[in-house]
């Protein structure tokens, strides 16, 4: 790859926010966050063709994680999506109802997250070179 | 009728963002906040700017009906499904096919009520009463309610996985005393619309004195009530002495001590003791009927309530009366009905 990877990570805890900015930046992708499903969706309005995959809590004011996997798989149904949830099973099957690509649990294996982060990016990319 | 969300504080603002946001998406919305902020009017502004607004809108408080009729309302019924049910029935579901179903009260809803409802929600299907058949409904489904559902989940009395199917979009109008800039938008909003609907009479706009009165009020009821009282004034006459209610309403009730009395209260409002002690309380059993013991019961847990408030607002009577919402004359009548003494401790007002 010769850019770097644009993410979109949502949260509104900012320690889980801050810890996987600090872990992600060490990966050398490119990041972007907001507290809360709707500023993550205007931050992706604004560049919706730009990033390369978001990361989304579940439970979260305004705008829930599963609504934002909606609105945005709507906008760009190939657009790669990791829901992470601390909460049970219900809003995960949700999550997954939505298309969510990946549903991660709390507490999250940042190695297994990476790893599913470039799989996805690596995936897509793919994808987006065939559709060209 | 177009519905306006009026305000301009950045509480509605962003609501009003929300909504642009989320209005196109047919996502199940939860709206929540204090009887009175206006939650059918964000409904109603979310089903206007979506592309469902040619469909119908179809409202159902879930508190105002029993459980069986509110069943029957919502999935309708075939003929002779129950005594009485002489024809077929369409429900709500199905009349707001394609458009919007407006779950008012939500928090109200039983148990079983609900597991029907996550049904519908999860398979978009259902059958009305004594019907085998399914029935496919696209209808977007808006709840609102004035209960904290999180708190009605560890109380076992809202079913979480209802809960999170139908939170997906979560809107929250703060209580007005919280964004008092709102207070003369409405005002003023309100004053337009009462002289277009009565153009036989001659509403004059609030003068200074009764705006500044509005706009230190606390709005215990919100913009209902505040609309209310500004029909009150503006076309039934009686303004003066409702804007000296305000005036005095206001100056018993400091805002500084306001919000801590009230955050104290809904904390004791749980805690008082409402278990009735049938060996302490029942000496005579020629005496033991359901009636008095209602009637003992209630009278103890008002004591205890009367009490409690009265103590923590240092026996202001006024000030108690407005958070126990009753009149001023009820609560002194109470007193003395109740047997409430008060503590040689406490200065008088």
């Excluded at chain 2, 979560?170 to 800039?181: G, N, Q, S």
């Excluded at chain 2, 619309?193 to 009165?213: E, G, M």
């Amino acid at each position: 790859m010769n850019k770097q990877a644009k993410l979109l990570i949502i949260d509104d805890s900012d320690v889980i926010v801050e810890m996987l900015y600090q872990f992600l930046k060490s990966k050398n992708y490119d990041l972007v966050s907001a507290s809360n499903g709707l500023d993550g969706i205007k931050l992706f309005n604004a560049d919706a063709e730009g990033f390369d995959l978001v990361i989304t809590d579940i439970v979260m004011p305004n705008i829930s994680g599963v609504g934002v996997i909606s609105i945005l798989k709507n906008k760009r149904p190939n657009l790669p999506i990791i829901a992470i949830t601390g909460f049970g099973e219900h809003p995960e099957s949700l999550a997954a109802e939505a298309h969510a690509d990946v549903v991660l649990e709390k507490p999250i294996d940042l190695n297994i997250l990476n790893q599913h982060i470039s799989d996805l990016v690596r995936k897509n990319s793919t994808y987006q070179s065939e559709v060209k | 009728m177009h519905t306006p969300l009026i305000g301009v504080s950045p509480e509605i603002v962003k609501i009003r963002e929300l909504i642009d946001h989320v209005a196109d998406t047919g996502l199940n919305i939860v709206i929540t906040g204090e009887t009175g902020v206006g939650k059918e009017v964000v409904s109603r502004v979310l089903y206007q700017q979506s592309p469902r607004n040619n469909k119908p809108f179809i409202k159902v408080n879930c508190a105002a009906l029993p459980d069986g009729l509110l069943e029957s309302e919502l999935y309708g019924y075939e003929q002779g499904a129950f005594t009485g049910a002489e024809k077929k029935k369409k429900g709500k579901f199905e009349l707001a096919h394609k458009g919007v179903l407006f779950l008012d009260e939500i928090g109200d809803m039983s148990l079983p009520l609900q597991a029907k409802l996550l049904h519908v929600l999860q398979s978009g299907e259902f059958a009305p009463l004594g019907s085998e058949r399914e029935i496919k409904a696209d209808t977007w489904v808006i709840a609102a309610t004035n209960h904290d559902l999180a708190e009605k989940i560890s109380d076992k009395t809202f079913r979480a996985d209802l809960y999170y199917r139908l939170n997906i979009i979560k809107i929250y109008i703060p209580p007005l005393r919280e964004r008092p800039e709102d207070i003369l938008e409405l005002v003023n909003y309100y004053t337009e619309d009462f002289i277009t609907q009565f153009s036989n009479k001659n509403i004059k706009k609030l003068d200074n004195k009764t705006i500044d009165a509005f706009l230190s009020y606390h709005w215990p009821g919100n913009v209902r009530q505040l609309q209310n009282t500004l029909k009150r004034i503006l076309i039934l006459g009686n303004g003066k002495e409702i804007i000296e209610e305000l005036i005095r309403g206001e100056s018993d009730f400091p805002s500084s001590s306001k919000s801590n009395i009230i955050k104290s209260t809904n904390r004791a409002a749980s805690t008082i003791n409402t278990s009735y002690n049938f060996d302490e309380e029942v000496t005579d059993l020629s005496n033991f009927s359901l009636k008095e013991i209602r009637k003992k019961a209630l009278d103890k847990i008002e004591k205890d309530a009367i009490q409690f408030i009265l103590s923590k607002t240092n026996w202001n009577r006024s000030k108690a009366s407005k958070i126990l919402q009753i009149s001023y004359k009820t609560l002194l009548y109470k007193i003395t009905e109740l047997n409430i003494e008060q503590p040689s401790s406490v200065i008088n007002e």
